[in-house]
Every structure is written in C-alpha cells, then in structure tokens.
Nanobody, 125 residues
Framework: VQLQASGGGLVQAGGSLRLSCAAS????????TGWFRQVPGKEREFVAV????????YFADSVKGRFTLYRDNSKNTIYLQMNSLKPEDTAVYYC???????????????????WGQGTLVTVSS
C-alpha cells in the first residue's frame, strides 16, 4: 500500500485548503485513514481519522468544527477539508492508514501501518 498526500500550500488565516490522500495497492475503503501534523521541534499530533467501516470520523479538539473528512471511492482518495484556518494550523501534514484500527488507539502513530509523505500547510496571519 502506498499513500500519496498532496494539497498543501500557503493560505491566509480564515482561508481554506483541501488535502488529498490517494491510496494505491489497496482500496481506500479497506483502510482506516488518519491525518497527523508536525511542527518542527514538536511531536507529531493526531488531527483526524475516518474509519473504513461506516466512514465514522473523529477529530482532535483543536480542529473540530473546522475540518471535515470524506472519501471519494471512485478516486481511492481521502480528503481533509480544512476551513477557518489559523496560524497555529501551520505544520507538515501526513496521512496514514491501517486495515486494523480501533477507536481507543486512533491517536497513536504506531496504530497506523502505512504512511504517506508530508505536505506543508502554511497559514499566514
């Protein structure tokens, strides 16, 4: 399984970006897919996840109400729609996936077996 993350860029505070995570080698419907982000000098932190079954989604409190997750099965792609962006959302964003993910472990990097490369999101004030 390979994951390709894209969609990062520079945006002003209050603006929007949509990140994409395209899966190859496996149907995205078979994968629970999450997003993490990392600021230099800090640990990678959980942002959001969409489960493979039922497409249930969960978000970190810091992004709840501003970010949404959805899948396009025809494109084997998961999208992270980011609205009302804040300067503190600036980070490198990574998508990650696993065939076996349980709710109690969604915040752990080690729960995700496959990782994509990062895409940089910069929010200017």
């Amino acid at each position: 399984v390979q994951l390709q993350a894209s969609g990062g860029g520079l945006v002003q505070a209050g603006g929007s970006l949509r990140l994409s995570c395209a899966a190859s080698g496996r149907s995205s419907r078979a994968l629970s897919t999450g997003w993490f982000r990392q600021v230099p000098g800090k640990e990678r932190e959980f942002v959001a996840v969409i489960f493979r079954s039922g497409s249930a989604t969960y978000f970190a409190d810091s992004v709840k109400g501003r970010f949404t997750l959805y899948r396009d099965n025809s494109k084997n792609t998961i999208y992270l729609q980011m609205n009302s962006l804040k300067p503190e959302d600036t980070a490198v964003y990574y998508c990650a996936a696993s065939e076996q993910l349980i709710y109690s472990t969604i915040y752990r990097e080690s729960s995700y077996y496959y990782w994509g490369q990062g895409t940089l999101v910069t929010v200017s004030s």
